[in-house]
């Protein structure tokens, strides 16, 4: 990486300090620690003092943005470099190259020095007729005919006046192409009135008949929601649409304004002087067979990104409400993995997960072992001290539930509960590397069995162990930047497990790795030396574990817990580095930490600026005050299991004002898809989502939440469910408005975005409930269930 000076280090800070609403100092410090190794989930927690109190919220932008700004320092600087090497850099350009402030600015400025094949314009000026471009460019009234026959050369390849004038004019094209001032001007117009337009490849209509409602359809870049441009862009991909982006709602219009904008850029008048019309020509050329393309292909890769930035935002705030589902705890499970012909898997974990019988049984089609099936589940359950019994939601979930059902009524001393849990990811866990270490002598299909019972005892610990894009919870997650996408979730990943901590005596390596400052080789190795020695007595006995220094344990020790040790203060949130600020208390109050561990009275009567000292401040202290009222504390919600309909297992049961409970199994910027137990989930549109108007989906659910919805259509022919959580709301309302079945009038609402309404202030109007159009039942269909 470039060195970057303290100068342009400050001028960075304070850039990401405007943008995450920060002091510029406290920018410099955060930068300093991640730059140390230190992580995001440690700096956010145990490092408040350095950095002002900046949340993790603001550390993981402050990230991103920081590595882009130095990846643009690191474009600035080569640039720079390579016009020098050309002797070509003068102060004037270094000032503007210095002055860019984005990565298109930066582009548009290196563009006429950027190495290139040879291009007609080079060539012309190497036949030397640049004079001419230039000469009918300062004096129009020059007649370019007369004047071209000047620079007829044939041993230079000019062998009349025509070739002559189609030399310079590709001179001009180039030149104003690569004018950076004008491509600024041109990029933003463009940006702020083009319309994105789509029309179906002739030929293509039936085969592209998901993307029907793209088939003739514009809308204002600028405008465009970010699941919908994602949808055109999937269609262009696939061959089945083709994308323009129009200079305005008029096209000829716009085109004539963009070529008025170069003419008056380039001092062009039409004046009815000999070389005008010739002139306008060339602006006309110079827009649309160079600079209208150029920008098109710029502003469609920064929409998409942007596009993407959103997509990959929702995917992660879905994979958080995931993680931090709430969990059911240490108790005894019973995991079933649904399936027809190929019998339904079973696996029963303890209360601390480990796998202690499995079975296979055959209660549905073909084999129809109903009575025999019972007796296996019930005997197990007697066995074992079953609590719980998770069920997958997939093929024949409802079919097992209902099997569970009997078995509940069969063993009513048992005092079981069920719960339908997503099995998405299982199938992906079960043929992996980690699960075939894991149970090397097990076979695969009963490995999903498993991951679906201990989903249920803890969702964090077992999902952590899944490729996060695995998990299925994403909006177009496959037409996106891959490699952003992982590091995203990643990172979400990292904050979920931190901010529950992790029991280092009970944990998985997969968890383990997943704390902040431990790598996996490390975390391997903490789970070899535990099965090796037993249980770490405390803390600082991680530090003899192999590759866990100082540095390591510094990051990781706050986040990592030992119930029962000799340290009461190991079983909490409090950093051991901070352990002489708890002795302070102590020793200010006359008690012993057991004492003062819970008394929650006594810890709110303290004064914070009572213990404070050079290293830790009033935040820190607050923080361990608090966490000594409940050490470990999880931040996790209460376990809560809906309760599917009875009688209601499949997308042909379901009639239109039918009201059923059922679990948000996903949130897309148009709506959230729920899980009522027809193995198809049905759409609530934004707009039917609340009474009051809705501008972001998650404002109102996640996943995992327990809804009432009431069905307002359903289109078994294509598996299409639409619901919605306004209970008043009357099944019918959406198709009579909308009788083609798409959201178009809602989508182009009020706010021009995905926001439902007919228009006018949505403030004042409730908004209207809506079917799902084509891309929307393509992001239902590609939800994957492991």
């Keep these: 990486m470039t060195e970057i000076s303290p100068a342009l280090a400050r001028k960075i800070a304070q850039t990401i300090a405007e943008e995450i609403g920060a002091q510029t100092q406290q920018v410099q410090a955060a930068v300093a620690l991640l730059d140390e190794g230190a992580t995001v989930p440690f700096i956010a927690r145990y490092r408040k003092e350095v950095t002002g109190g900046l949340d993790d919220t603001q550390l993981r932008n402050l990230e991103v943005r920081l ?109 104003w192409g690569e004018d950076a001032t004008l491509l600024g001007e041109l990029r933003s117009w463009l940006e702020a009135n083009g319309q994105i337009r789509s029309k179906v490849v002739e030929g293509k209509e039936t085969a592209g008949e998901k993307y029907r409602d793209y088939f003739d359809h514009a809308e204002p870049l600028a405008k465009i929601p970010s699941h919908r441009l994602l949808a055109l862009f999937r269609g262009r991909r696939e061959e089945f649409l083709q994308l323009d982006l129009e200079p305005g709602a008029d096209a000829e219009a716009g085109h004539a304004y963009a070529e008025g904008r170069i003419a008056r850029h380039a001092g062009i008048e039409d004046r009815g002087r000999p070389a005008d019309a010739w002139l306008r020509n060339a602006c006309r050329l110079a827009w649309r067979a160079k600079i209208h393309m150029h920008l098109l292909l710029d502003l469609f890769n920064q929409a998409r990104e942007k596009a993407e930035a959103e997509a990959i935002a929702v995917f992660g705030d879905n994979l958080k409400d995931l993680l931090l589902a709430a969990p059911a705890g240490p108790k005894a499970v019973l995991g079933l993995d649904p399936g027809l012909r190929t019998g339904v898997k079973v696996a029963v974990v303890d209360p601390t997960g480990k796998l202690v019988a499995t079975d296979t049984i055959y209660p549905h089609e073909p084999k129809r072992q109903w009575d025999q099936s019972l007796a296996t589940l019930k005997k197990l359950c007697v066995a074992h001290g079953v609590q719980l019994i998770a069920i997958g939601n997939g093929t024949a979930s409802r079919e097992t539930d209902k099997l569970a059902g009997e078995l509940l009524k069969l063993a009513p001393e048992l005092k079981m509960q069920k719960v339908v849990v997503s099995e998405a990811g299982a199938s992906v866990y079960s043929a992996s590397e980690l699960a075939a270490r894991e149970f090397p002598n097990l076979d695969v299909s009963l490995r999903g069995a498993v991951s679906i019972a201990r989903r249920l005892q803890d969702p964090l610990a077992e999902l952590v162990k899944i490729e996060p894009k695995a998990i299925g919870v994403g909006q177009y997650q496959h037409d996106v930047d891959q490699f952003r996408l992982a590091r995203a979730l990643d990172a979400k990943v990292e904050d979920c497990v931190n901010a529950v901590g992790v029991d280092v005596n009970t944990a998985s390596a997969a968890l383990l790795a997943r704390v902040s400052g431990l790598t996996p ?27 866990l220094g100082e540095k390591t344990f510094e990051q990781c020790a706050g986040f990592l817990r030992i119930n029962g ?101 996903n949130v897309a910027a148009f709506g959230a898809f729920v899980d009522i137990g027809v193995h198809q989930d049905g759409l609530v549109h934004i707009s039917a989502l609340s009474e009051r108007y809705v501008k972001d989906p998650r404002d109102v659910v996640k996943a ?38 798409g959201d178009r009038d809602q989508r182009n609402g009020p706010r021009g975005g995905d926001r439902g309404g007919r228009g006018g202030n949505p403030a004042r109007a409730p908004q209207q409930a809506a079917p799902f159009n084509s891309a929307m039942a393509d992001a239902l269909k590609n939800l994957r269930r492991g």
């Design 521 to 547: 080789t490390v975390a391997e190795n903490i789970v070899a030396y535990r099965d090796q020695n037993g249980a770490f007595p405390s803390r600082k006995a991680l530090l003899k574990v192999p590759r």
């Design 565 to 665: 040790g000799e340290q009461p203060l190991d079983a909490s949130a409090v950093h051991p580095e901070a352990y002489p600020v708890v002795e302070r208390i102590l020793a200010g109050t006359g008690r012993e930490v057991k004492q003062i561990i819970g008394d929650t009275a006594f810890l709110r009567s303290l004064k914070p600026e009572q213990f404070t000292d050079e290293k830790f401040g009033v935040p820190t202290v607050r923080d361990i005050l608090k966490e000594l009222e409940k050490p470990g504390r999880d931040p996790r919600p209460e376990f809560k299991a809906a309760k599917f309909a009875e009688g209601v297992e499949d997308i042909k049961d379901l009639r239109p004002g039918m009201i059923l409970e059922g679990v948000v199994s």
């Design 704 to 741: 995992g939440d327990i809804v009432k919805v009431k069905v307002l259509e359903v289109d078994v022919a294509r598996k299409r469910i639409a619901l919605t959580c306004r209970l008043s709301d009357e099944p019918g309302q959406a198709s009579a408005r909308d009788a083609r079945g």
């Design 67 to 175: 590595a882009y700004l130095r990846e643009m320092e690191e474009r600035r600087a080569a640039i720079l470099a390579s016009i020098a090497e050309q002797g070509k850099l003068t102060d004037e350009l270094r000032a503007e190259i210095e002055a860019a402030d984005s990565k298109s600015r930066l582009e548009d400025l290196y563009l006429p020095y950027k190495p290139k094949r040879r291009t007609r314009a080079q060539i012309a000026r190497e036949a030397g007729l640049e004079p001419l471009a230039n000469g009918l460019l300062e004096d129009p009234t020059r007649v370019p005919e007369e004047f071209a026959a000047q620079f007829v050369d044939a041993d230079k390849g000019v062998a009349d006046p025509k070739a002559a004038l189609e030399g310079a004019r590709a001179i001009l094209i180039e030149r």
